[in-house]
């Protein structure tokens, strides 16, 4: 029996005034209107010896869940990937990713 190969992708996105990236085999639109779910999140295989405190502390966050909803608004980029890398945390200083504004000023006619 042949086994399929499963897409990966690296999802990131806006959180706390953090950017993260996850990889994930499953990202699609959410049934929840403005909403994208994201599941089978990849956590990297590491030795005992050297952690990493970026990926172990995602993991902690997300290691236990089976699905994650992350709003449009907050999502950066999608990208489909051959294969996974390092879930990390970046910091939004110093980054040209500009986040869109949360909520518009309508002015009001007088």
């Given at each position: 029996?042949?086994?399929?190969?499963?897409?990966?992708f690296?999802?990131?996105?806006?959180?706390?005034?953090?950017?993260?990236?996850?990889y994930?085999?499953?990202?699609?639109?959410?049934?929840?209107?403005?909403?994208?779910?994201?599941?089978?999140?990849?956590?990297?295989?590491?030795?005992?010896?050297l952690?990493?405190?970026?990926?172990e502390?995602?993991?902690?966050?997300?290691?236990?869940?089976?699905?994650?909803?992350?709003?449009?608004?907050?999502?950066?980029?999608?990208?489909?990937?051959?294969?996974?890398?390092?879930?990390?945390?970046?910091?939004?200083?110093?980054s040209?990713?500009?986040?869109?504004?949360?909520?518009?000023?309508?002015?009001?006619?007088?």
């Amino acid at each position: 029996m042949t086994k399929t190969k499963k897409s990966t992708f690296r999802i990131q996105f806006h959180n706390n005034n953090k950017i993260y990236e996850l990889y994930a085999h499953q990202v699609s639109q959410s049934q929840m209107a403005g909403f994208i779910e994201i599941g089978e999140i990849i956590f990297g295989e590491h030795s005992r010896l050297l952690i990493d405190p970026a990926e172990e502390k995602l993991k902690h966050e997300f290691g236990n869940v089976k699905h994650t909803y992350i709003p449009h608004f907050a999502v950066i980029r999608i990208d489909e990937v051959d294969r996974s890398g390092k879930n990390r945390i970046l910091d939004n200083d110093g980054s040209t990713v500009t986040s869109f504004p949360g909520q518009a000023t309508i002015p009001q006619n007088t």
